[in-house]
C-alpha cells in the first residue's frame, strides 16, 4: 500500500495523519478513562457509556448556542465552560443512574451490561425526542479554527493540539485522584473488598456513586471534544462503545498508563491507514489486531495483577 | 431438574409444557393468521434459535456472548450465497455488463465470480457450510480464550467487538458482500419459488419442526452428564477444574452448540425473509437476542422461545403504531428484566404456578395425587 510514495512524503503522511488523529486519541482517552474507573476498578460494564458522552456533546452544543445568541463577546472562552457543565451534567446523571440502577446490580457484573443497554436505549430515544433526529454541529471559536503549518506539507490543526493537551492535564488529574488522594485510596479499597472497606468505616456507597459519578462526568467530557471531531446525533455514542471497550481492555484494565498507550496505538493506527485503505478496512484492520493481540495476551498490554 | 433420583428423560410437567409449545407453533399461530402475519412470526421463531442456544451458554455455561448475531448472520449469508447465485443464472442477468455473476458484484464492476462464492454454487456444500463455517469460527474464537482462561465480561467484549469488525467488514466489502443492503432479491431454492403463500407456509412448518427438534435435543443435552458439569462450571469453575475436568473443551462444546443453532436460525430466516443484511449481524442485534433470552428466562428453554416471540410481537405492535416509544418500552423492559424479574418469563411462570399447584392438589381426592412433585422444580 504504500507504492508510489517517497521517503519524504510517507514521513509527512504519517506526521498528518498522526496530528488528525489526536482528535480522536483525545476523545477515546477521555471516554476510556472513565470507563476504565466504572468498569476496570468497579467492575460494571457500562454500555451506556457513550450516552454520557453524547449527553455532554449536546450541553456543548446548547452553551455554543447560548453563548452566540447572548454573549457574543464571550464566545471565545465559551468551551471552557461548556466543558464543565458537560462534566457536571453527566456526573449528575451518573450519580442518578448509579441510585436507581447500579447499586442493586455490584454482584452481578453481566447483569449491569443489559441494564444500561437498556439504560442507553432510553436515552438515545430522549435525546431524539428533545434535540432531533437530526445530527448537530458546534461552532467553535476563532483561536481554535486554523492549523499551524510546520513544513510545507505538514499541518497541524490547533484544536486537535488544545485537546491533547487537555487530556493529558485530566488524565494527570485522575492519576492524582486515583492514587494519591485518601478518596481514590477509599475507591480501591472498596472495589478490593467490599465488606473489608465497610468495616474499616469506609462509606461504601458514598464511594461507590461518587466513583461512578466522576468516570461518567469524564465521559461528558469527552462529549465535549468529541463536538470537534463530529456532529452530535442521539445514536453517535454507540459508534464508539466498542472501540471505547477495546481500549480499556487493551490497555490492561486496571492500568491508567495501559490505556493511554492502547488509545494512542488504537487511535494512530486507525487514522494512518485511513491515508491508504478506506475508513472502514482501516477500522477493521485496527480491530482485528487488538482483538488477535487480546487472544495471544488476555491481560492486556499493562496488567497490574496477572489474575484478578 | 429433574430431582437426582428421578432418571427419565422429561418430567410429566416438562412433556405437557413442550406439548403446548408445538401445539401453539403448529396449529393455533397457523390457524387463527393469515399468511403474511404467519411470515412474520416464522421470522421470530427462527431469532429463537439462538435464544435457545444462549440458555445453554450463559444461562447454564455462564458464557454471555455478545456476538451471537455473527453465527446468525454467518448461517444467513452461507445459504443466501447459494439462493443468490441460483437467483443470477446467465439468463436471468443477461442485461449486466457480465452475465452470471450477482448484481450487486455487476454494479461494483467486478467480472468475475470471487473464489470464495465459487463452491457455493452447489446446494449439498450451502447447507453444510451453513452449520460448519459458523461452528467452527466460533470454536476458534473459544479455544483461543478458553484455553487461556479468559471468560465473563472480556468473553462478552471480545465478541461484541468481533461482531463489529464483521459488520463493518460485510458493509465495507460491497461488492463482495452486497453492502450494506446485503444479498437481496432471493428467489429460488432448487427452482421451487421460495416467495408464495405456500412456499411460506411450508416453510413455517418445517422451520417450527426444526425449532421443536432443537428444543429436544438441548433438553437431552442438559440431562446428560454434560448438563450437570456445565452447571457445576457455572457456579465454581475452579472446583470442576481440580476435579479433573477439562473446563475449556465443555465451554468450547457449548459455545460451538449455541454457534450452531443460531446458524439454523439465520439460515431459515434467509428463507423465510428472502434475504439476508448486515444489520442482522452487528452489536444491535446480537444484543437484542441476549434480551430474549432474558426476558424469557435464562435458565429455560421454552422460555426462550415465549420471550423471542413475546418481546418480537411487541416491537412489530409497537413500532407499527407508536415508533417513538418503542425504544424507551424496549430499554425499560431490560431494566425491569434485570432488576426484577432476573428468572424472566419462566421464573414468573414458576412462582405463580406453585401456589396453583398446591391449590389444584388441595382440592383433588386424596388418591390421585400424583408423586411428580420435584420440589426444587427448575424449569427447562
Known amino acids: ?308 | 431438574m429433574s430431582s437426582p433420583t428421578s432418571r427419565a428423560f422429561a418430567t410429566r410437567g416438562e412433556i405437557l409444557a413442550f406439548a403446548t409449545l408445538a401445539v401453539l407453533l403448529l396449529a393455533v399461530l397457523p390457524a387463527s393468521m393469515e399468511i403474511f402475519r404467519l411470515n412474520l412470526f416464522g421470522k421470530y421463531l427462527t431469532y429463537a434459535f439462538v435464544a435457545i442456544g444462549l440458555v445453554l451458554c450463559w444461562g447454564y455455561g455462564g458464557i454471555l456472548s455478545l456476538g451471537q448475531g455473527v453465527f446468525f448472520g454467518l448461517g444467513g449469508y452461507c445459504l443466501a450465497m447459494f439462493l443468490k447465485l441460483e437467483a443470477s443464472d446467465p439468463e436471468a442477468t443477461k442485461i449486466q455488463s457480465t452475465p452470471g455473476i450477482p448484481d450487486f458484484m455487476d454494479w461494483n464492476q467486478l467480472t468475475e465470480l470471487p473464489w470464495f462464492w465459487v463452491p457455493f454454487e452447489s446446494l449439498g456444500f450451502a447447507l453444510v457450510a451453513v452449520v460448519l463455517v459458523p461452528t467452527l469460527f466460533a470454536g476458534l474464537i473459544a479455544f483461543a480464550m478458553f484455553k487461556r482462561r479468559v471468560g465473563g465480561v472480556y468473553f462478552a467484549i471480545i465478541t461484541q467487538s468481533i461482531a463489529a469488525i464483521l459488520t463493518i467488514l460485510i458493509i465495507g466489502q460491497q461488492g463482495l458482500t452486497g453492502g450494506v443492503n446485503g444479498i437481496t432479491d432471493l428467489r429460488t431454492l432448487k427452482g421451487w419459488d421460495i416467495r408464495t403463500d405456500e412456499a411460506k407456509l411450508v416453510l413455517y412448518y418445517v422451520n417450527a419442526f426444526l425449532l421443536l427438534g432443537a428444543l429436544v435435543f438441548c433438553h437431552w443435552v442438559l440431562g446428560t452428564k454434560f448438563g450437570r458439569i456445565l452447571v457445576a462450571m457455572r457456579t465454581r469453575e475452579d472446583r470442576v477444574r481440580f476435579s479433573g475436568y477439562d473446563v475449556a473443551s465443555f465451554k468450547i462444546f457449548v459455545f460451538c452448540l449455541a454457534a450452531a443453532l443460531s446458524a439454523i436460525g439465520g439460515a431459515m430466516f434467509t428463507l423465510q425473509v428472502g434475504f439476508m443484511s448486515p444489520s442482522f449481524v452487528g452489536i444491535v442485534p446480537s444484543i437484542e437476542m441476549v434480551i430474549f433470552a432474558a426476558v424469557g428466562g435464562r435458565l429455560s428453554l421454552l422460555g426462550a422461545v415465549y420471550g423471542t416471540l413475546l418481546v418480537n410481537w411487541a416491537k412489530t405492535t409497537f413500532s407499527e403504531t407508536m415508533p417513538e416509544l418503542w425504544l424507551l418500552a424496549m430499554g425499560g423492559l431490560f431494566i425491569a428484566v434485570v432488576l426484577f424479574f432476573p428468572n424472566g418469563l419462566a421464573g414468573l411462570w414458576q412462582s405463580f404456578r406453585q401456589p396453583l399447584m398446591h391449590a389444584i392438589r388441595r382440592h383433588a381426592p386424596a388418591g390421585s395425587v400424583v408423586a411428580d412433585a420435584a420440589p426444587e422444580g427448575g424449569t427447562r
Open chain 1, 1 to 308: 500500500m504504500f507504492e508510489g510514495y517517497s521517503w519524504a512524503e510517507l514521513g509527512s503522511i504519517f506526521a498528518m495523519q498522526g496530528f488528525a488523529g489526536l482528535s480522536l486519541f483525545s476523545v477515546l482517552v477521555l471516554m476510556a478513562l472513565g470507563l476504565a474507573i466504572i468498569f476496570g476498578q468497579m467492575g460494571v460494564i457500562n454500555m451506556a457509556h457513550g450516552e454520557f458522552m453524547i449527553l455532554g456533546a449536546y450541553v456543548t452544543y446548547l452553551c455554543s448556542n447560548f453563548f452566540a445568541e447572548n454573549l457574543p463577546a464571550l464566545f471565545s472562552g465559551y468551551f471552557l465552560i461548556a466543558m464543565l457543565l458537560a462534566f457536571l451534567a453527566s456526573a449528575s446523571l451518573g450519580a442518578l443512574v448509579e441510585w436507581g440502577l447500579i447499586r442493586h446490580l455490584y454482584k452481578r457484573p453481566l447483569d449491569t451490561l443489559l441494564a444500561t443497554w437498556g439504560l442507553s436505549l432510553i436515552l438515545q430515544q430522549v435525546y431524539r425526542s428533545v434535540f432531533g433526529a437530526r445530527e448537530v454541529g458546534v461552532t467553535l471559536p476563532d483561536w481554535l479554527m486554523g492549523s499551524f503549518a510546520v513544513t510545507d506539507m505538514i499541518e497541524i490543526p490547533i484544536n486537535g493540539v488544545f485537546v491533547m493537551f487537555l487530556t493529558l492535564g485530566i488524565t494527570a488529574g485522575v492519576w492524582l485522584w486515583n492514587f494519591r488522594s485518601s478518596w481514590g485510596t477509599q475507591m480501591r479499597a472498596v472495589v478490593q473488598n467490599r465488606v473489608m472497606a465497610g468495616a474499616v468505616g469506609i462509606d461504601t456507597e458514598r464511594i461507590d456513586r461518587l466513583t461512578f459519578a466522576i468516570g461518567c462526568g469524564i465521559a461528558g467530557i469527552a462529549g465535549s471534544a468529541f463536538t470537534m471531531i463530529g456532529s452530535t446525533g442521539p445514536t453517535s455514542g454507540q459508534l464508539y462503545i466498542v472501540d471505547t471497550f477495546l481500549v480499556v481492555v487493551f490497555g490492561g484494565a486496571q492500568s491508567l498508563l495501559g490505556t493511554i498507550f492502547s488509545a494512542f496505538a488504537i487511535s494512530q493506527s486507525q487514522s494512518t491507514m485511513e491515508f491508504f485503505l478506506s475508513g472502514s478496512m482501516a477500522k477493521v484492520l485496527t480491530l482485528l489486531t487488538v482483538v488477535t493481540i487480546l487472544m495471544i495476551r488476555p491481560q492486556g498490554l499493562m496488567s497490574l495483577r496477572v489474575r484478578a
